[in-house]
Every structure is written in structure tokens, then in C-alpha cells.
């Protein structure tokens, strides 16, 4: 393991939150959406954490992140840090073997189980493997590889991922170097990242994306020029490869530029990462959002006829305050996986990411199964 260990990583992706979460409060301008009413939360039933055999079969102990995306024959889970070992009979971790920032798992057609179980991809030691690879002049002692959101079309499957730069010890002993794109046309290999002549930047970070006939909508989330939320952009497919191919939102209509200068908040009151899909009992598209620091064990849900909405906030849900034997600090990296929704999106699944108190990184993703009720039912 590196001078920046394990415990390091983890904090500083919480660190990476409580900063957009804390300069939102300071007088930040954002539009806030409104509310809606065409849904209600019927029962929430928390499933635990999704550590189970699949995890153990590639010696992974505990992970954050975990959104997923459809490809052929199933699904593809990507994850953040990623930390091997072992878990004795009782669950106690036995971490061996150091770690990985970046990480994928498929998931077949057929599931047996909530959590599912899940097949990593790994190294020849059988152990998980990182799944983006650094660039010559990168290398794990200065750098990470955070996914961001995933994608498959076109025989392809693309993966859009945030380049950390390590500048020195402890928490805030980093920075975001950029955002980039990788590739892959076997979902579960190692995707190669795209460079083009003006090498390997993009100008976007989503943490979701929507396809729709013409076009690929993707939401970014941070603060920038005063305003925390949603930053909206979207792509044609054939363009996703050519950093230039990019538009902007610049207001309602919707209106896009490509001139990233004009972009403007699309949403605001937003932190972390989103998770966005079609639920085809609501015949809208719904996203997911963990809170602020004021409800941090909150995942809000709103709602939307198209990508671009207008979007309302329908209802929220409340994490236990205690998970894992511990006290929850923060809820994050809320997401959807609709490989495993039930009645059409009546039944849905999710997965979120916890930071707890005195926790350390025995820390892994727990999954809710929830149930709803369409106002016009």
C-alpha cells in the first residue's frame, strides 16, 4: 500500500462531498425545483450491505460507488475505491493485498438473489483489478481513477471517470486533474482510456446519462460560478468520442451552446452524484440525489417527462441512523439499477454508499428495495 493508504482514500472522498455540500451553504445561488405529487413511497425495505460471495470470490473487502448500466447478456457495475482482503467467519475484515479506485462487475440476466452476485473482473492472481489504467506519465503512487457514469451502445461500452491527483498527505492531500472517457468493446476488460489530439480531457464529468433518440444527456453535479447542482450537456451519440461534439445548457427551452463559457445551473440543491432513469410505470424519467448536511442519511427523488424537465421533487426517503453496526455520518452515490426493477418500475432497486462514524473503510454499499404508488393508480 502507498504512503496514501486505504483510510486516506476513503476520507477524501468524503471530503471531495462535505466541500460542495459546504460551499452550497454559503450563500450560493441555485433554483430550487418544485414538488410534485405523482408518486408516493409505499414501503422502503433496506436489504443490507451487497457484500456476499461474489465479492469474496475476487478478494474484495469493502467498496463505494456502484452504479451500473445495461450491456448484452446483463449488466455492468462500475465502483470506486475498491479494498482487497478477506473477511473471517464473523464478517471482520482482513485487508491484504492493498487496493483499486476504479473497478467493474458483470451481472447476468438471471438474478437469484437481492443483493445480486456479482462477477469481477480480475488479474491473473484472481484478485479484483483495476478496470481504467493509468497513462505513462500517471502511476498509483500520484494518482487515482474515480468512474463516473457508464454507457453501451454501439457495440461499445464507455465509461466516463474523474483523474485524482495525490499533492501530499491526509484528507485534503488531493485535486481533480480532469475528467476523461474510456472504452471497451468486451464490457468486462480493462477499458482503454480515448485520447484525442488535444489529448485525454473531456468536457464533461456525469455521474448520469440518459439516451434518447437524438441524444445523450449527461448530468454533471458541482459548483461553479456561485451556483451547486446540476451542470446539464448533452452529445449526439456518434459524437461521443470528439471532445468538440459537446453542447451546453444556457436556459430553458431547452437551449444549448457549445460554448461551455455559457452553461448555466440546471439544477440546483443538488450534491454528490445523481442517478437518472426511465420508469416506464410513471411514464416519466425519475433521478435519485443524496441530501445535504442538514439531512445527510436523505435520498430525494424527482421526477421528469423529459431529460431536460422541468424536474420536480416527488418524495424523499430516510436511511436508519445506524447501518453496519455503526452511526451513519453521510449518504452518498445514490443509484439506480433498473437491470432489476420489477412491474415496470413499480419495484425499484438502488444502492448507496455510507460514510460511518469511526467506520474506517470496513465499509461497503447497501441496497434499498422500494415500493410506489403512482398518483393516478
Given at each position: 500500500?502507498s ?21 452550497s ?14 408518486f ?9 450491505t451487497?457484500?456476499?460471495?461474489g ?36 464478517g ?24 445480486p ?33 457508464g ?6 461500452s ?18 481533480d ?23 485525454w ?150 444502492t ?13 454499499n ?12
Open positions: 500500500m504512503r496514501f493508504n486505504a483510510g486516506n482514500l476513503a476520507s477524501c472522498l468524503k471530503a471531495t462531498i462535505m466541500v460542495c455540500i459546504t460551499a451553504i454559503f450563500g450560493c445561488a441555485s433554483t430550487v425545483p418544485g414538488k410534485c405529487e405523482c408516493k413511497v409505499v414501503r422502503s425495505d433496506f436489504l443490507g451487497v457484500w456476499n460471495q465479492h469474496a470470490n475476487a478478494s474484495v473487502v469493502s467498496q463505494d460507488g456502484g452504479f451500473s448500466y445495461r450491456v448484452p447478456g446483463g449488466s455492468l457495475w462500475c465502483f470506486g475505491d475498491t479494498f482487497k482482503g478477506s473477511r473471517d467467519p464473523a471482520n475484515p482482513q485487508f491484504s493485498g492493498g487496493a483499486v479506485s476504479c473497478c467493474i462487475a458483470r451481472l447476468g440476466e438471471t438474478i437469484d438473489s437481492l443483493p452476485v456479482l462477477r469481477y473482473l480480475t488479474g491473473r492472481d484472481g484478485k479484483v483489478a483495476q478496470a481504467i489504467d493509468f497513462l505513462p506519465d500517471e502511476s498509483w503512487d500520484h494518482n487515482r481513477i474515480w468512474p463516473l457514469s454507457i453501451y451502445f454501439n457495440a461499445k464507455y465509461i466516463y471517470y474523474s483523474l485524482i491527483e495525490l499533492t501530499g498527505e491526509g484528507m485534503w492531500g488531493f485535486q486533474a480532469g475528467s476523461g472517457l474510456a472504452c471497451s468493446t468486451q464490457p468486462l476488460t480493462v477499458h482503454k482510456r480515448i485520447q484525442t489530439p488535444k489529448g480531457r473531456f468536457p464533461v464529468a456525469p455521474t448520469a446519462i440518459v439516451m434518447t433518440d437524438e441524444w445523450m444527456y449527461l448530468f454533471d453535479v458541482g459548483k461553479r460560478d456561485g451556483g451547486q447542482g446540476i451542470w446539464l450537456s448533452r452529445v449526439r451519440p456518434a459524437e461521443i468520442e470528439n471532445p468538440d461534439g459537446y453542447q451546453f445548457y444556457c436556459g430553458p427551452g431547452p437551449r444549448f451552446t457549445p460554448d461551455k463559457n455559457k452553461q448555466v445551473l440546471f439544477l440546483g440543491d443538488i450534491y454528490g452524484q445523481v442517478s437518472v432513469v426511465w420508469n416506464a410505470y410513471l411514464d416519466r424519467y425519475i433521478l435519485a440525489s443524496s441530501s445535504n448536511i442538514f439531512h445527510p442519511r436523505e435520498i430525494r427523488f424527482y421526477t421528469a417527462e423529459n431529460p431536460w424537465g422541468p424536474w420536480e421533487q416527488a418524495v424523499s426517503i430516510t436511511v436508519p441512523e445506524y447501518r453496519q453496526g455503526k452511526k451513519v455520518e453521510l449518504v452518498y452515490c445514490s443509484y439506480f439499477h433498473p437491470e432489476l426493477f420489477r412491474d415496470n418500475g413499480r419495484i425499484m432497486n438502488l448507496f454508499s455510507l460514510h460511518l462514524e469511526d467506520g474506517g473503510f470496513d465499509v461497503n447497501e441496497m434499498i428495495e422500494v415500493e410506489i404508488n403512482s398518483s393516478d393508480a
